[in-house]
């Protein structure tokens, strides 16, 4: 990787605004007992700093962003779940974050999938997960929603309280829109 070249990982250009750029489809996958799934990583240069963050990863091209988080799911978790079972999207984020020691930006939209039956931690596959995910990417774990705000680490996206608590009643069919998105008005 170079300064200026591409990044290791899938879908990454330069965008617009001079920073690698991709889009993203991401998931809140709650298992049967409403428990949500997310990983945790770390960051390379500064191995002390953890941080959580939901299932997914950039699109491939000619993929719907649903077909990306149902291979996404595949990939980084072992389980299967049905493009037509997802809800959304129900939220939307433009971010620009530190990838590989470079500021990047990733246009994201998210989904919710629910599996009918509890699932545990070791029932979780990670050999799809990619070269890139081995190098930071360290354990999944599932979230019963009361431990969701005792996480004492970063979580990303980082309203992701927010974003359960507006869906915790059922989704109304709008977007939340999050990071720089965040006070546009909802479509």
């Given amino acids: 990787m170079t300064e200026d070249g591409p990044l290791p990982g899938e879908g990454w250009r330069i965008g617009d605004d001079g920073l690698p750029f991709r889009r993203a489809a991401r998931v809140l996958l709650f298992d ?3 428990r949500l799934l997310l990983v945790q990583a770390h960051d390379a240069q500064q191995p002390e700093r953890i941080w959580w963050f939901t299932v997914g990863g950039g699109i491939d091209p000619g993929e719907t962003a649903r077909e990306a988080v149902v291979r996404e799911v595949l990939e980084e978790t072992g389980l299967s779940i049905d493009v037509d079972a997802l809800v959304g999207p129900v939220a939307a984020r433009s971010s620009v974050f530190d990838f590989f020691a470079r500021a990047v930006r990733q246009d994201e939209e998210f989904f919710v999938a629910r599996l009918g039956c509890p699932v545990t931690d070791e029932q979780l596959a990670t050999e799809g997960w990619t070269e890139v995910e081995r190098h930071f990417v360290d ?3 599932w979230f019963p929603p009361e431990e969701l ?4 680490v970063e979580v990303f996206p980082v309203e992701l309280p927010e974003l359960l608590a507006w869906l915790a009643p059922g989704w109304d069919g709008t977007v939340m829109l999050l990071g720089d998105l965040a006070g546009q008005a909802r479509t």
């Fill in 139 to 141: 354990s999944l774990h």
């Fill in 149 to 152: 705000a005792a996480i004492d």
């Fill in 32 to 34: 049967g007992e409403g």
